[in-house]
T-cell receptor, first 112, second 114 residues
Framework: DGGITQSPKYLFRKEGQNVTLSCEQN?????MYWYRQDPGQGLRLIYY???????QKGDIAEGYSVSREKKESFPLTVTSAQKNPTAFYLC???????????FGNGTRLTVT | GDSVTQMEGPVTLSEEAFLTINCTYT??????LFWYVQYPGEGLQLLLK?????DKGSNKGFEATYRKETTSFHLEKGSVQVSDSAVYFC?????????????FGKGITLSVRP
């Protein structure tokens, strides 16, 4: 079954700790994206990668980091520098430039 | 920069009512336009798309027409069902030559009463 797996579904962390969110895909898509969703604000792009070993900052990259060592994987690290990390995080992929996105089911991160 | 504006929500309708959700955009070039739907606790799913002016996207009874003259892509459905209750996002993707990131509207929550 082809798809995008985000794990875990719910994640809890103490303030000041880094945390890594997993995103794995078996769709053989080149492009991968991380979005953050907050109530009333829609989706905002954090980072994206169009090819292995390359990635670009999105609109709200501060306090986040990513890596793209394999085509299948695009983990997102939420660092202690992110001032307001509690949110719903969505990973997405696309086959080629400008093709529709496929989304995972998201990870809800709560930092207290 | 590119932007998408959706009507304010939430929207509550009775089953079998007619639905219109407004979406307007600002973009340079010739964007592709999308509607995505998010059911509770899930990621987004592509509902329909249109890639050029006057194209009509349709799926599951929903329709939207790419209107370049009014820079709009309003979503319509003739008869909504309880199962249509979800959050709906309008989005655009910049045209050829640009990177492939999507710009989303803020989303609107639709609740359909039995």
């Amino acid at each position: 079954d082809g798809g995008i797996t985000q794990s875990p579904k719910y994640l809890f962390r103490k303030e000041g700790q880094n945390v890594t969110l997993s995103c794995e895909q078996n769709l053989n898509h080149d492009a991968m994206y991380w979005y953050r969703q907050d109530p009333g604000q829609g989706l905002r792009l954090i980072y994206y990668s169009q090819i292995v070993n390359d990635f670009q900052k999105g609109d709200i990259a501060e306090g986040y980091s990513v890596s793209r060592e394999k085509k299948e994987s695009f983990p997102l690290t939420v660092t202690s520098a992110q001032k307001n990390p509690t949110a719903f995080y969505l990973c997405a992929t696309a086959a080629v430039v400008n093709s529709p996105l496929h989304f995972g089911n998201g990870t809800r991160l709560t930092v207290t | 920069g590119d932007s998408v504006t959706q009507m304010e929500g939430p929207v509550t309708l009775s089953e079998e009512a007619f639905l219109t959700i407004n979406c307007t955009y600002t973009a340079t070039g010739y964007p592709s336009l999308f509607w995505y739907v998010q059911y509770p606790g899930e990621g987004l799913q592509l509902l329909l798309k249109a890639t050029k002016a006057d194209d009509k996207g349709s799926n599951k009874g929903f329709e939207a027409t790419y209107r370049k003259e009014t820079t709009s892509f309003h979503l319509e459905k003739g008869s909504v069902q309880v199962s249509d209750s979800a959050v709906y996002f309008c989005a655009l993707s910049a045209g050829p030559g640009a990177n492939s990131k999507l710009t989303f509207g803020k989303g609107i929550t639709l609740s359909v009463r039995p």
